[in-house]
C-alpha cells in the first residue's frame, strides 16, 4: 500500500523497510523543491545517526530512501483515528517527541517542520499496549555545519510569525508547545474539530486566524489542559534548550502519577498477543540487518 505525501510517495519493500522516493512534477518550481528535499534529507539521516526516537535510515536506492516502517502510520492519523487514547500514553508520547528534538539538536539539526504527520507511531517492542513515536521527514531540516538548508517552515499553529523565514532551534521549541497541546487535547490549537483544516479556503482562514492570535501573544485556554505551564513556556518562549523542556516535562507530566486501569482480561489478551509483536519485531530487524549487509556488499563491489 503506497502512502503519498507532498513531496514523496512511500511504499513497502521488505517486512519493516520502506522506500521513500520523490514525485516526478512537470512544474520547475515544485520539482526544484523536491530535488532539494531528497538532496537534504539523507545527509541529514546521516548526521542524526540512529537513536530511538528517529525513523531508521537504510541508505540510498537511486534517489529514493529505505527507512524503518512505522506499524501505525504517521501520528496525526493515529490520533484522528484513535480519540481514547489513555492520558500515560499521551504523557509518554510528549516526553519522546522531546527526546527527539532534544537530540537532534544535539547533533546540530533543526528539524523546521515539526507536525504530527512528520512523526510516526510504532508498536512498542517490550509493551503490546504501548506505541512509541519516530520523528521522520528531515527534507526540510537545517544544518549549518554542513550548510544545509531544506528550506521548509511549518504549518500555523507549530509556527509563530515572530521567527520570519529563519529556522532555529527556538522554532522547533515552539512547535513542541503545539504538539504537546495537539497530543494532550487531540486538536489542533483553536480548532473544535480534529485534524488539520480540510480545504484550501479553511486553511488559509485558519493560519490568518492563529497567526494574528500569536502576533497577540494570545493562546488557547490551558486551565484544564495537563503539562499546560510547559505547553504555554513553549510558546512564550522561555525555554532556552529542547533539553530544558524534556526536563519540564518531567517536572510537570511525571507518568508515575498517571494511574492506568488494567483488567484481568486486558493483561491476558496483552500477553497472548505479545509472541506477535516479538515475532514481529524479529522480522524487522532480520529485514534491517539484511539490507545493511547487501548495501555493504555493493559498496565493496563499487
Same mark, same amino acid.
Given at each position: 500500500? %503506497?502512502? &503519498? ?18 514525485? $516526478? ?32 535510515? /537504510? ?22 483515528? $484513535?480519540?481514547? =487514547?489513555? #492520558?500515560? +500514553?499521551? =504523557? ?11 537530540? =537532534? ?8 517542520? /515539526?507536525? !504530527?504527520?512528520?512523526? #510516526?507511531?510504532? +508498536? ?32 500555523? !499553529?507549530?509556527?509563530? !510569525? ?8 527556538? #522554532?522547533?521549541? @515552539?512547535? /513542541?508547545?503545539? /504538539? ?29 486566524? &492563529?497567526?494574528?492570535? @500569536? $502576533? ?29 523542556? *524534556?526536563?519540564?516535562?518531567?517536572? %510537570?507530566? !511525571?507518568?508515575?502519577?498517571?494511574? =492506568?486501569?488494567?483488567?484481568?482480561? *486486558? ?26 549487509? &547487501? #548495501? ?7
Amino acid at each position: 500500500m %503506497e502512502n &503519498i505525501g507532498s513531496t514523496s510517495i512511500i511504499e513497502p519493500v521488505w517486512p519493516g523497510v520502506v522506500l521513500k522516493q520523490p514525485i $516526478n512534477f512537470k512544474t520547475q518550481e515544485l520539482a526544484e523543491k523536491v530535488d532539494l528535499c531528497f538532496s537534504v534529507e539523507p545527509l541529514i539521516l546521516e548526521r542524526i545517526g540512529r537513536h530511538p526516537r528517529i525513523v531508521g535510515y /537504510l541508505g540510498q536506492r537511486g534517489r529514493g530512501l529505505l527507512l524503518g516502517q512505522a506499524s501505525h502510520g504517521n501520528l496525526q492519523a493515529y490520533l484522528d483515528s $484513535n480519540p481514547s =487514547i489513555d #492520558l500515560r +500514553q499521551r =504523557i509518554l508520547w510528549c516526553r519522546q517527541v522531546a527526546e527527539a528534538v532534544s537530540y =537532534i539538536h544535539s547533533r546540530g539539526v533543526v528539524h523546521s517542520d /515539526l507536525r !504530527p504527520r512528520n512523526i #510516526l507511531v510504532h +508498536q512498542s517492542a517490550t509493551s503490546n499496549s504501548s506505541r512509541d513515536l519516530w520523528l521522520c521527514d528531515f527534507g526540510g531540516s537545517t544544518c549549518d555545519e554542513l550548510a544545509l538548508d531544506g528550506g521548509c517552515l511549518p504549518d500555523g !499553529p507549530f509556527y509563530h !510569525p515572530v521567527f520570519g523565514v529563519e529556522s532555529s532551534p527556538a #522554532l522547533d521549541i @515552539f512547535g /513542541l508547545g503545539s /504538539l504537546f497541546y495537539t497530543v494532550i487535547t487531540g486538536r489542533w490549537p483553536y480548532r473544535s474539530d480534529p485534524g488539520a483544516p480540510r480545504t484550501i479556503d479553511e486553511k488559509l482562514a485558519y493560519e490568518k486566524d &492563529i497567526a494574528d492570535a @500569536f $502576533n497577540r501573544e494570545e493562546y488557547p485556554d490551558l486551565k484544564d489542559v495537563v503539562g499546560g505551564t510547559v505547553i504555554l513556556a513553549c510558546w512564550k518562549r522561555r525555554y532556552g534548550t529542547a533539553e530544558e523542556v *524534556l526536563r519540564a516535562l518531567e517536572r %510537570e507530566m !511525571p507518568i508515575s502519577a498517571v494511574q =492506568i486501569e488494567a483488567t484481568a482480561d *486486558l493483561e491476558g489478551e496483552a500477553g497472548h498477543a505479545s509472541a506477535h509483536v516479538l515475532f514481529g519485531t524479529a522480522l524487522s530487524v532480520v529485514a534491517f540487518a539484511a539490507l545493511t549487509y &547487501i #548495501l555493504i556488499q555493493r559498496r565493496h563491489v563499487r
